[in-house]
């Protein structure tokens, strides 16, 4: 760990406002010069805490240019590896397509067709629309052709006769049991389009859901940048949250309130359902839940899982865990420290061994077998999940190894490069009211060779003092 070895929060008082502050340091009894710097730290903390920081998603959003690139660079082999000819996606107002932002459909109001056809090793793509989102859609120049059809008979009238006499491959539509944003054509859109087309293409028509797989499962390395600053100041925030704990006074949701703070300071949104992001945990194993007013009190493993969205379009997903001191502690009792080393070493495991080629089964495995090794509860949790555009994105599932539950198709599927993923190290034990379970979750990208992480990994468990 360096100079420091421990990771120690302790509380200061300001003399001029009352109000509590909090450090975060290392301490290590072997030297006694840290208390010397104590004061020095404390007042970095208070001074610090009114210190404006930049904000590096305040300016205009970098999607659109990074949209087209995608298009332009990602699209193509995808379609190829699918093995689709062509794309359509029918768009609409108030209940649109999933992938509308994707594609560029994000604006529609009345139906419109959006149609990606593979000629070569390049994408040429037409927009069928009526006139009143031409001009935009023209203006923004992201596709090759803009086609403006009368109210009546309408886009998709016009789009199927274009398919009709243009096409002759695998034609591509947005239906899925496995991908739900694959999933995005309702019923009754499905049957008014086919209904459009001529037999010969209804007998070539295909699921969109390996396509859209292939295309959305990569991210472009200016997308990786984005989600790793974004990565950073995740992190950053919680330990400033556990800054402000103060034993037998601060709750649970007193630390989900400062995290939602932050956000609001920054301008970033959740990364999933708001009433449970983030999601604070000082007692027993609650899953998937809201914070609560539970009071952190010595003793209690504390669990934060957050994330944030950045320009409404990537996402990041970190948990950071804590445990608080009782009185005269130092450092946390021998098994609290050992499931922490067990949790955090099995995080290490599954990075070293992610890289393009090996599957999200066998990275699982890697994890189940060294927590069983070391006396852990059976975990029902995944290792991992693809993080992006969504907290659980599209791609390989890092996760089937679970006793007694079957693998699910993804987790068959090879890493490969550009693939992001929030996965974690595992412990869990027996505690009062039920179980508890580190799981120290980290960011990080599949490279040519390997894998490597979006930020600084939590390496010691943060140890909260109160006296």
Known sequence: MGFFDTFLIRPIRSPF???VY??????????????LLLPLLFLSSCTDSRVENTNPFAGPSPWPDIRQERIETLLPAAMQRAGADAWAILCRSNNNDPLALHVGCENAVAPAVFLFELRGDEIFSTVFTPPGEATALQEIGLHDRIVVTPRSPGALVAAADYINENVSGALALNYSENNELADGLSHSQYVRFTD???????????????LVYEWLSVKLPAEVEIMRQAAELTAAWQLEAYSRVIPNETTDRDVADFLKSKMREYGVGDAWSPDQNPAVNSGPDRGHAHPTDRIIRPGDVIQIDFGIRVFDMWVTDIQRFAYVLHPGEREAPADIQRYWEVARDGNRMVLEVMQPGITGLQVDRVQREWIRENGSMEVMWNTGHPVGYVAHDIGPSLGGAQIGRDPSPDAYRELREGNVFAYDGFFMWEIEGGTKTISVEEMAVVTPTGAEYLTAPQEELILIRGD
């Open 17 to 19: 406002s009352g109000e």
């Open 22 to 35: 909090r450090t975060v340091m290392y301490f290590t009894p072997m030297k006694p010069l840290l208390f």
């Open 196 to 210: 459009l087309l001529t037999q010969q293409v209804k007998n070539r028509i295909v699921s969109s859901e390996e």
